[in-house]
Nanobody, 126 residues
Framework: QLQLVESGGGLVQPGGSLRLSCAAS????????IGWFRQAPGKEREGVSC????????TYGDSVKGRFTISRDNVKNTVYLQMNSLKPEDTAVYYC???????????????????WGQGTQVTVSS
């Protein structure tokens, strides 16, 4: 059974860093493009960053460009999101999701991804 599990969330001060992990089980991750998404209270879920199956292609939302970096290790079946220079507006539940047999980087929108993890809370506050 395909399963994605996020980890690495927590409470961090503004300007701090966190690294989120998305571990896959029940399937071989390199068949899937992966996206990171987030949802803040009262807001719609939005695309943060997406990565192609090989890792050669990446996209970022405008609000996180230059601060966040997505990467993947297909041997470890894990995708990462390194988040630096965190701001209070980055506070949200962060989800990873998978899209099977995608060519290149799919449009980084929730509707384009099929399988979702349960999410991990990130809170940026002093």
């Amino acid at each position: 059974q395909l399963q994605l599990v996020e980890s690495g969330g927590g409470l961090v001060q503004p300007g701090g860093s966190l690294r989120l992990s998305c571990a896959a089980s029940g399937f071989t991750l390199d068949y899937y493009a992966i996206g990171w998404f987030r949802q803040a209270p009262g807001k719609e879920r939005e695309g943060v960053s997406c990565i192609s199956r090989s890792g050669g292609g990446t996209t970022y939302g405008d609000s996180v460009k230059g601060r966040f970096t997505i990467s993947r290790d297909n041997v470890k079946n894990t995708v990462y999101l390194q988040m630096n220079s965190l701001k209070p507006e980055d506070t949200a539940v962060y989800y990873c999701a998978a899209r099977r047999f995608s060519v290149g980087v799919p449009p980084c929108a929730p509707a384009n991804f099929n399988s979702w993890g349960q999410g991990t809370q990130v809170t940026v506050s002093s």
